[in-house]
C-alpha cells in the first residue's frame, strides 16, 4: 500500500472517530435532557393580589393530580414532586382562577384578581343563592370563622350576638348545655314559639347545637317578608340560613381547634358578715319579741359573736353554690381532602364543660361527614351525616325557691351540717346545701340527621334538585329526691320521690327544586325557582313519677322498687306538611331588581277549611349608583334601595289544637274520671304576619365605609291565646284567633376599615337596633290578659296599646312613718307604704284598683360594637354590646327583704326604726305588710358589657413547611370582664331570656366571666 492510500484511508478512519464521537456525545446530551425533562421538581412562589398584598389560603393544586398545597400568612407556597412539564391550577374564593405552565421552572409567582362576579353569587337566600348586588330584600350576613376568631365559644350563636341589626341574642344562662336566645325583628306570637327557623344547609328546623363551630361557613339572617316568605308558615319569625364548610380541592388537610376556659363568677352579691348576721338576728329578736338586752333568751352572746369574727363558725352559702373557677375544654378535630371530582370532610368534637355552680356540668359530642362528588359533568350527588350527643346536669335554677334565692336568704350563722353530717335547717326552711350536694338530674340527648341530594343539570342555567332529609332523636330526663334532697324535706313535699320522663321523635323532609339561571346580556338575567316540598313528623313522649323510694342510689335507675306510682303518662303526635312555591328575581340594566314569590302550605295542625295558607311577597330595589346622573360620583360605592313587602306565617298551633281535649283524675280511692279541658275550635287559623319594609345600602371610596338603613313595620294577626271558658261550658279553656301585635323598629350597620396597609389594618362594624312590640288587640271583656304558667309571669300583663314585657303591680311610696294620716286600717309605723289610686273609694288598697304599669322589661334599643386590629402576625379583636331602656323585676332582692327569715342582705342595716324614718327598707315587723309585686323592687336594667378581648398571633410557615403545616394560630381571650351597669343583681343579661317576660330575674344562672387560651392548626 502506497503512503498516499494510507494517508487516505487513516484520515477516513479518524473521520468516522470524530464522527462517532460527536454521535456519542450529542446521543448523550439528548439522553440528559430527555432525563432532565422526565425529572419532578420542587417549586414554590408567593401569590398576592392587585394591591401587592398577600394572598392567604389559596389553593395551588397540580392540576390533573391530588398533589396541592395552600398559601401561608405571607403568600407563600410550596410543592414537591412536581413534574417540570405541570400545570399549576390557583383558585380561591372570590378571585379568578389562573392555571400556569410549570415548564421546569422552580419559582412560580402570580397575581391574582377579584372576580366581581363571583364575589356576588355567596349570599344564600333559601332554595338557593342569589348575587348579592340582585338582593332586593333585608338579608344580613356573618362569616363563621371571622366570628369565632372575635369570640372562641362552643357554640356559634354566643359569637353572633351584636353582629348583625335586627337580630337581638342574648346569653340567657351560663348553665352548660344552655343556649342563647335569638329573636329577630320582636315577639310575633304568645301562644307560639317566637324563635327563628334555623335552616342547615337546607334542613328545615335545624339546630346549632348539632353543629360543630368551625364547621360553619357562613350564617345568613332573612329578616323582611320579601325574603322569608319562601319559607311561608314558618318564616314569621325569621329565618337563619346556616352554609357550613366543604372541602376544598387539593391536598388532604387536617384541621384543628381547641381551647381551654377558666371560668369565674363575674360578680358576687354583697353579703353581711356572720358576725352582723348574727347581731342582725339579735335586734330582729329585741324587735319584733321585745326581749331586753343581756337576759337570758338573747339569739347569740357577746362570746359567739366574737368567736364569729375570728372565723369560727357561720358558713358562706354564697361560696358554697359557686366554684371559685371551673374548667371548659373544646376540642375539634376535621378531615377533609378531595380529588378532581370528589370532596370530603370527617369532623368531631368534644365539649366539656364545668359550670361556675357546684355539681353543675356539661357534655357534648359532635359528629359530621359530608362527600361531594360529579358522577357525570351534568349530575352531581352528595351525603352528609351528622349530629351530637349531650349530657347535662345540675341544681335547679330560675323558678322560684331556687339555688341562688334560697342561698341569699339563708342565715350565715348556721353552718351547712352539724358535727354528725346532719344539715342545719329551719323549721320552715331546709338548708339550701341541699340543693347544692344532694343534686340526682341527669339529662341525656341524642339527635342525629342524615341528608342526601342529587343534582341534575337538564339544560345550561336550567337544573333540578331532590333532596331527602331525615332526623332521629332520642331525649331522656330522670332526676330524684333522695332522702337529703330539699323536696324531700318535711317543710316541703316531705317523702322522697323519682321520676323518669324520655321523649323519641323522628322527621322526614323531602325537597325537590327546579332553577333557571340565564344571563342573557349585560341588560337582563333571571333567577327562577320552582319548589315542592312534604314533610313528616312524629314524636312519643312518655313519663313516670314514683314516691317513697326503697333505696337512694338506686333512685331512678330501678323505680319498680318504690312504694307507690303515680299516674304514669304518654303521648304521641304525628304532623304533616305538604308546600310550593314559585319565586323570580329579574334585574334589568343591572340596576333594576325585582323578587316576587308565593308559598302555597297546608298543614295537618289545623281542622278541614283551614288547613291551607297562601304567603306571598314583593321586592324591589334600585341601585342609583349605576345611574348617569352620578356616573361622576367617584366617591360612591353603592347607593341601593329597597322596598319589601310580604306575608309570613307561624305554626304556633300545637297538634291537635283544633280538637277537644280531656284529661284523666284518680281519686283516693282509684276511681278515674274524665272531665273536658279543652274546647274544639274547628275555626282555628294560622296566625299571620304581614311586613313592610324600606332600606338603603351604602357604599363610599370603594366600599372602604358602608352603611345600611332599614325601617319596617309587622303586623301579626289572628295571634292563638288561650280563653278561660265558662264553667257551665264544660270545658276550662279553647284556644282562639284573639289578639294582634304590632313590631316596628329600625336597623342600622355601620363598617370601616379606618386603617388599612400593608402593615396595619383597623376594621370596626356598629349594628344599632331599635324594635317596640305592642299588642294591638286582645278580644273579649277584659283589654288585658295575665300570662299563666311559671311563677314569674305574675308580674306581668299584656295589655291592649301597651308594650310586650309591661310589669304590672303596686307602685311602693316608701315606708310609713309615725304619721299615718290617710293609711288603711291595721297599718302600723314601718309597713310598706302603697299609692292609694282610687281615694274616692277609702283608703284600703286593693289588687283591683291600686295596681298599674310599673316598668317594662322590653329594651327600647341594643347595639353591639367589633373592632379588629391586625399588624404583622398579630390580631386583636374587641367587642362591646349594649342594652338600653329596659327594666328588671328583682324578685331576688324581694325575697330577702320580705321574707320571714332574717337573710344577710345588708339592707337591713337601713331598716326603718324611729330612729331612721327615712328609708325605703320596712321595719322587721313591717316586712310582712307586703302585697306582692311593685315598684319596690323594679330596677333600671341598662347595661354595658365588654363581652370579649381576644389576642392572637399567626405563625410564619417557613420554618413550618418541612412539618407540613400550614396554619398555626394561638390566641388568648377573656370573655365578660367588664360590665357597667345599675344593676343591684348578678348579671343584668340573663333576665331578658325570655322574650314574653323580659326583665324578670327570679334568680337565673349567671353567666361567668371567662379566661381562655387555645390554638388552631393546620397540616
Same mark, same amino acid.
Given at each position: 500500500?502506497?503512503?498516499?492510500?494510507?494517508?487516505i484511508?487513516m484520515?477516513?478512519?479518524?473521520?468516522?472517530?470524530?464522527?462517532?464521537k460527536?454521535?456519542?456525545?450529542?446521543f448523550?446530551?439528548l439522553?440528559l435532557?430527555?432525563?432532565?425533562?422526565?425529572q419532578?421538581?420542587?417549586?414554590?412562589g408567593?401569590?398576592?393580589?392587585?394591591?401587592?398584598?398577600?394572598?392567604?389560603?389559596?389553593?395551588?393544586l397540580v392540576?390533573g393530580?391530588?398533589?396541592?398545597?395552600?398559601?401561608?400568612?405571607?403568600?407563600?407556597?410550596?410543592?414537591?414532586?412536581?413534574?417540570?412539564?405541570?400545570?399549576l391550577?390557583?383558585?380561591y374564593?372570590?378571585?379568578r382562577?389562573?392555571e400556569?405552565?410549570?415548564?421546569g421552572?422552580?419559582?412560580i409567582?402570580?397575581?391574582?384578581?377579584?372576580?366581581s362576579k363571583q364575589?356576588?353569587?355567596?349570599?344564600?337566600?333559601?332554595?338557593g343563592?342569589?348575587?348579592?348586588?340582585?338582593?332586593?330584600?333585608?338579608?344580613?350576613?356573618?362569616?363563621?370563622?371571622?366570628?369565632?376568631r372575635?369570640m372562641?365559644?362552643s357554640?356559634i350563636?354566643d359569637?353572633?350576638?351584636? &353582629?348583625?341589626?335586627?337580630?337581638?341574642?342574648?346569653?340567657?344562662?351560663?348553665?352548660?348545655?344552655?343556649?342563647s336566645?335569638i329573636?329577630?325583628?320582636?315577639?310575633n306570637?304568645?301562644s307560639?314559639?317566637?324563635?327563628?327557623?334555623?335552616?342547615?344547609?337546607?334542613?328545615?328546623?335545624?339546630?346549632?347545637?348539632?353543629?360543630?363551630?368551625?364547621?360553619i361557613?357562613?350564617?345568613?339572617v332573612?329578616k323582611?317578608a320579601?325574603?322569608?316568605?319562601?319559607?311561608?308558615?314558618?318564616?314569621?319569625n325569621?329565618?337563619?340560613l346556616?352554609?357550613?364548610?366543604?372541602?376544598?380541592?387539593g391536598?388532604?388537610?387536617?384541621?384543628?381547634s381547641?381551647?381551654?376556659?377558666?371560668?369565674t363568677?363575674?360578680k358576687?352579691p354583697?353579703?353581711?358578715?356572720?358576725?352582723?348576721?348574727?347581731?342582725?338576728?339579735?335586734?330582729?329578736?329585741?324587735?319584733?319579741?321585745?326581749?331586753?338586752?343581756?337576759?337570758?333568751?338573747?339569739?347569740?352572746?357577746s362570746d359567739?359573736?366574737?368567736?364569729?369574727?375570728?372565723?369560727?363558725g357561720?358558713?358562706?352559702y354564697?361560696?358554697g353554690?359557686?366554684?371559685?373557677v371551673?374548667v371548659?375544654?373544646?376540642h375539634?378535630?376535621?378531615?377533609?381532602?378531595?380529588?378532581?371530582?370528589?370532596q370530603y370532610?370527617?369532623?368531631?368534637s368534644?365539649?366539656?364543660?364545668?359550670?361556675?355552680?357546684?355539681n353543675? !356540668?356539661g357534655k357534648r359530642?359532635?359528629?359530621?361527614?359530608?362527600i361531594?362528588?360529579?358522577l357525570?359533568?351534568w349530575w352531581?350527588v352528595?351525603?352528609?351525616l351528622w349530629?351530637?350527643?349531650s349530657e347535662?346536669?345540675?341544681p335547679?335554677f330560675?323558678?322560684?325557691?331556687n339555688v341562688?334565692?334560697r342561698a341569699?336568704?339563708?342565715?350565715?350563722?348556721l353552718t351547712a351540717?352539724?358535727?354528725?353530717g346532719n344539715?342545719?335547717?329551719?323549721?320552715?326552711?331546709?338548708?339550701?346545701? &341541699?340543693?347544692v350536694?344532694?343534686?340526682?338530674?341527669d339529662?341525656?340527648?341524642?339527635?342525629?340527621?342524615?341528608?342526601a341530594?342529587s343534582?341534575?343539570?337538564?339544560?345550561?342555567?336550567?337544573?333540578?334538585?331532590?333532596?331527602?332529609s331525615l332526623n332521629?332523636?332520642?331525649?331522656?330526663?330522670?332526676?330524684?329526691n333522695t332522702?337529703?334532697?330539699?323536696?324531700?324535706h318535711p317543710?316541703?313535699?316531705?317523702?322522697t320521690?323519682?321520676?323518669v320522663?324520655?321523649e323519641?321523635?323522628?322527621g322526614?323532609?323531602?325537597?325537590?327544586?327546579l332553577?333557571?339561571?340565564?344571563e342573557?346580556?349585560?341588560?337582563?338575567?333571571?333567577?327562577a325557582t320552582?319548589?315542592y316540598?312534604?314533610?313528616y313528623?312524629?314524636?312519643?313522649k312518655n313519663?313516670?313519677?314514683? &314516691?317513697?323510694?326503697?333505696?337512694?342510689d338506686i333512685a331512678?335507675?330501678?323505680?319498680a322498687?318504690a312504694?307507690?306510682?303515680?299516674t304514669?303518662?304518654?303521648d304521641?303526635?304525628?304532623t304533616?306538611?305538604?308546600?310550593?312555591?314559585a319565586?323570580?328575581?329579574y334585574v334589568?340594566?343591572?340596576?333594576?331588581?325585582?323578587?316576587?314569590?308565593?308559598?302555597?302550605?297546608g298543614?295537618?295542625r289545623?281542622?278541614?277549611?283551614?288547613?291551607w295558607?297562601g304567603?306571598?311577597?314583593?321586592g324591589l330595589?334600585?341601585?342609583?349608583?349605576?345611574?348617569?346622573f352620578l356616573?361622576?360620583?367617584?366617591?360612591l360605592s353603592?347607593a341601593?334601595l329597597r322596598?319589601g313587602?310580604g306575608v309570613?306565617g307561624?305554626?304556633?298551633?300545637p297538634?291537635?289544637?283544633a280538637?277537644?281535649?280531656?284529661?284523666?283524675?284518680?281519686?283516693?280511692?282509684g276511681?278515674?274520671?274524665?272531665?273536658?279541658?279543652r274546647?274544639?275550635n274547628?275555626?282555628l287559623k294560622?296566625?299571620?304576619?304581614?311586613?313592610?319594609?324600606?332600606?338603603?345600602?351604602?357604599?363610599f371610596?370603594?366600599n372602604?365605609?358602608?352603611?345600611?338603613?332599614?325601617?319596617y313595620n309587622?303586623?301579626s294577626?289572628?295571634?292563638i291565646?288561650?280563653?278561660?271558658?265558662?264553667?257551665?261550658?264544660?270545658?276550662?279553656?279553647?284556644?282562639?284567633?284573639?289578639?294582634?301585635?304590632r313590631n &316596628?323598629?329600625i336597623?342600622?350597620?355601620?363598617?370601616a376599615?379606618v386603617i388599612?396597609?400593608?402593615?396595619?389594618?383597623?376594621?370596626?362594624?356598629?349594628t344599632?337596633?331599635?324594635n !317596640?312590640?305592642?299588642?294591638?288587640?286582645?278580644?273579649?271583656?277584659k283589654?288585658?290578659?295575665?300570662?299563666s304558667?311559671?311563677?314569674?309571669?305574675?308580674?306581668?300583663?299584656y295589655?291592649?296599646?301597651?308594650?310586650i314585657?309591661?310589669?304590672?303591680?303596686?307602685?311602693?311610696?316608701?315606708?310609713?312613718?309615725?304619721?299615718?294620716t290617710?293609711?288603711p286600717?291595721?297599718?302600723?309605723?314601718?309597713d310598706y307604704r302603697?299609692?292609694?289610686?282610687?281615694?274616692?273609694?277609702?283608703?284600703?288598697?286593693?289588687?283591683?284598683k291600686?295596681?298599674?304599669?310599673?316598668?317594662?322589661?322590653?329594651?327600647?334599643?341594643?347595639?353591639g360594637?367589633?373592632?379588629?386590629?391586625?399588624?404583622?402576625?398579630?390580631d386583636?379583636?374587641?367587642?362591646?354590646v349594649?342594652?338600653?331602656?329596659?327594666?328588671?323585676y328583682?324578685?331576688?332582692?324581694w325575697?330577702?327583704v320580705?321574707?320571714?327569715?332574717?337573710?344577710?342582705?345588708?339592707?337591713?342595716l337601713?331598716r326603718?326604726?324611729?330612729?331612721?324614718?327615712?328609708?325605703d327598707?320596712?321595719?322587721?315587723?313591717?316586712?310582712?305588710?307586703?302585697k306582692g309585686?311593685?315598684?319596690?323592687?323594679v330596677?333600671?336594667?341598662?347595661?354595658?358589657?365588654?363581652?370579649?378581648?381576644?389576642?392572637g398571633?399567626?405563625?410564619?410557615?417557613?420554618?413550618?413547611?418541612?412539618?407540613?403545616?400550614?396554619?398555626l394560630?394561638?390566641?388568648a381571650?377573656?370573655?365578660?370582664p367588664f360590665?357597667?351597669?345599675?344593676?343591684?343583681?348578678?348579671?343584668?343579661?340573663?333576665?331578658?331570656?325570655?322574650t314574653l317576660?323580659p326583665?324578670?330575674?327570679?334568680?337565673?344562672?349567671?353567666?361567668?366571666?371567662n379566661y381562655?387560651?387555645?390554638?388552631?392548626i393546620?397540616?
Open positions: 500500500m502506497n503512503k498516499k492510500k494510507f494517508n484511508l484520515n477516513i478512519k479518524m473521520s468516522q472517530e470524530t464522527l462517532m460527536r454521535w456519542s456525545g450529542l448523550f446530551m439522553l435532557s430527555v432525563s432532565a425533562f422526565a419532578n421538581i420542587s417549586v414554590s408567593t401569590l398576592v393580589d392587585v394591591n401587592k398584598e398577600p394572598v392567604i389560603g389559596a389553593t395551588v392540576k393530580t391530588t398533589n396541592g398545597t395552600i398559601t401561608d400568612f405571607d403568600g407563600n407556597y410550596n410543592l414537591t414532586n412536581v413534574p417540570a412539564q405541570a400545570t391550577s390557583i383558585s374564593i372570590g378571585y382562577s389562573q400556569i405552565a410549570v415548564n421552572r422552580t419559582t409567582n402570580a397575581v391574582l384578581e377579584e372576580d364575589l356576588d353569587e355567596v349570599v344564600v337566600v333559601g332554595y343563592v342569589q348575587r348579592r348586588s340582585d338582593l332586593t330584600g333585608s338579608v344580613a350576613s356573618v362569616k363563621a370563622e371571622d366570628a369565632l372575635t372562641p365559644s357554640n350563636t359569637a353572633l350576638q351584636g &353582629r348583625m341589626a335586627g337580630v337581638s341574642i342574648v346569653s340567657g344562662s351560663g348553665q352548660p348545655g344552655s343556649g336566645t329573636r329577630v325583628r320582636g315577639v306570637s304568645i307560639g314559639d317566637s324563635g327563628p327557623l334555623v335552616v342547615i344547609d337546607g334542613f328545615i328546623g335545624g339546630d346549632f347545637s348539632a353543629l360543630n363551630p368551625s364547621d361557613q357562613s350564617v345568613e332573612l323582611d320579601s325574603a322569608t316568605a319562601v319559607y311561608g308558615s314558618r318564616g314569621a325569621g329565618v337563619l346556616v352554609t357550613t364548610k366543604k372541602a376544598q380541592q391536598t388532604t388537610r387536617v384541621t384543628y381547641g381551647y381551654v376556659n377558666m371560668k363568677p363575674s358576687m354583697t353579703q353581711l358578715s356572720v358576725a352582723d348576721n348574727a347581731r342582725l338576728q339579735n335586734s330582729y329578736m329585741e324587735e319584733v319579741y321585745g326581749i331586753p338586752p343581756y337576759t337570758v333568751g338573747r339569739y347569740f352572746s359567739e359573736i366574737a368567736a364569729f369574727e375570728r372565723g369560727e357561720g358558713y358562706n354564697l361560696d353554690t359557686f366554684r371559685d371551673a371548659e375544654q373544646m375539634e378535630l376535621s378531615v377533609s381532602g378531595s380529588s378532581e371530582k370528589t370532610l370527617v369532623s368531631a368534644f365539649n366539656l364543660d364545668n359550670g361556675i355552680v357546684r353543675s !356540668e359530642a359532635n359528629y359530621r361527614a359530608k361531594d362528588t360529579e357525570r359533568s352531581k352528595g351525603a352528609t349530629g351530637y350527643y347535662n346536669k345540675g335547679n330560675g323558678q322560684n325557691l341562688l334565692n341569699l336568704m339563708f342565715p350565715r350563722f351540717k352539724d358535727e354528725e344539715y342545719n335547717d329551719l323549721s320552715r326552711e331546709p338548708n339550701p346545701m &341541699r340543693k350536694n344532694e343534686v340526682k338530674s339529662g341525656y340527648s341524642y339527635t342525629s340527621y342524615f341528608q341530594y343534582d341534575f343539570t337538564i339544560l345550561k342555567g336550567l337544573t333540578f334538585r331532590t333532596a331527602i332521629l332523636g332520642n331525649k331522656n330526663n330522670q332526676s330524684a332522702k337529703d334532697s330539699y323536696q324531700a317543710s316541703q313535699n316531705g317523702y320521690s323519682a321520676s320522663n324520655n323519641n321523635s323522628f322526614m323532609l323531602n325537597t325537590n327544586t332553577s333557571y339561571i340565564k342573557f346580556n349585560e341588560n337582563h338575567r333571571i333567577n320552582l319548589v316540598e312534604q314533610s313528623g312524629t314524636t312519643y313519663g313516670i313519677t314514683v &314516691r317513697n323510694l326503697f333505696d337512694n331512678y335507675n330501678n323505680l322498687l312504694q307507690s306510682t303515680e304514669p303518662s304518654s304521641r303526635t304525628v304533616t306538611m305538604m308546600s310550593a312555591l319565586r323570580v328575581n334589568l340594566f343591572n340596576r333594576y331588581m325585582i323578587t316576587a314569590s308565593y308559598r302555597y302550605d298543614s295537618s289545623l281542622a278541614k277549611g283551614n288547613q295558607y304567603f306571598p311577597s314583593v330595589a334600585w341601585d342609583a349608583q349605576k345611574e348617569k356616573s361622576r360620583a367617584n366617591w353603592q341601593k322596598v313587602y309570613t307561624n305554626q304556633a298551633v297538634a291537635y289544637s280538637y277537644s281535649q280531656i284529661s284523666q283524675s284518680v281519686d283516693s280511692k276511681n278515674i274520671s274524665l272531665s273536658g279541658t274546647r274544639a274547628p275555626g294560622w296566625e299571620s304576619t304581614t311586613q313592610y319594609n324600606v332600606g338603603i345600602d351604602l357604599g371610596m370603594n372602604r365605609f358602608t352603611a345600611s338603613v332599614d325601617l309587622k303586623l294577626e289572628d295571634v291565646l288561650s280563653v278561660t271558658l265558662p264553667a257551665t261550658s264544660g270545658f276550662a279553656s279553647e284556644l282562639v284567633n284573639a289578639a294582634t301585635i &316596628r323598629g336597623e342600622v350597620t355601620l363598617g376599615d388599612d396597609n400593608k402593615q396595619f389594618r383597623w376594621h370596626t362594624d356598629v344599632l337596633t331599635h !317596640e312590640g305592642i299588642v294591638k288587640r286582645i278580644d273579649g271583656v283589654s288585658y290578659m295575665e300570662l304558667g311559671n311563677y314569674e309571669n305574675t308580674a306581668y300583663r295589655i291592649v296599646g301597651e308594650k314585657g309591661t310589669m304590672w303591680g303596686y307602685v311602693n311610696n316608701g315606708i310609713w312613718g309615725t304619721d299615718l290617710g293609711a286600717s291595721g297599718t302600723s309605723p314601718g302603697y299609692e292609694n289610686l282610687n281615694p274616692e273609694d277609702g283608703d284600703e288598697i286593693t289588687p283591683d291600686d295596681q298599674k304599669i310599673i316598668g317594662n322589661g322590653q329594651p327600647v334599643f341594643n347595639w360594637w367589633t373592632n379588629t386590629f391586625n399588624y404583622k402576625g398579630f386583636l379583636s374587641l367587642f362591646f349594649g342594652f338600653h331602656g329596659f327594666d328588671i328583682n324578685n331576688n332582692d325575697l330577702t320580705t321574707d320571714s327569715r332574717v337573710s344577710p342582705n345588708p339592707d337591713w337601713k326603718w326604726t324611729p330612729a331612721n324614718q327615712h328609708t327598707i320596712p321595719s322587721f315587723q313591717g316586712k310582712s305588710s307586703d309585686i311593685s315598684s319596690r323592687h330596677e333600671k336594667g341598662d347595661f354595658i358589657k365588654i363581652k370579649t378581648i381576644t389576642l398571633y399567626n405563625f410564619k410557615t417557613q420554618w413550618m413547611q418541612k412539618a407540613t403545616i400550614y396554619n394560630r394561638v390566641f381571650s377573656a370573655q365578660n360590665i357597667i351597669t345599675k344593676y343591684k343583681g348578678l348579671d343584668p343579661e340573663v333576665t331578658l331570656k325570655n317576660t326583665g324578670a330575674d327570679w334568680g337565673y344562672y349567671p353567666n361567668g366571666r381562655i387560651i387555645g390554638l388552631n393546620t397540616f
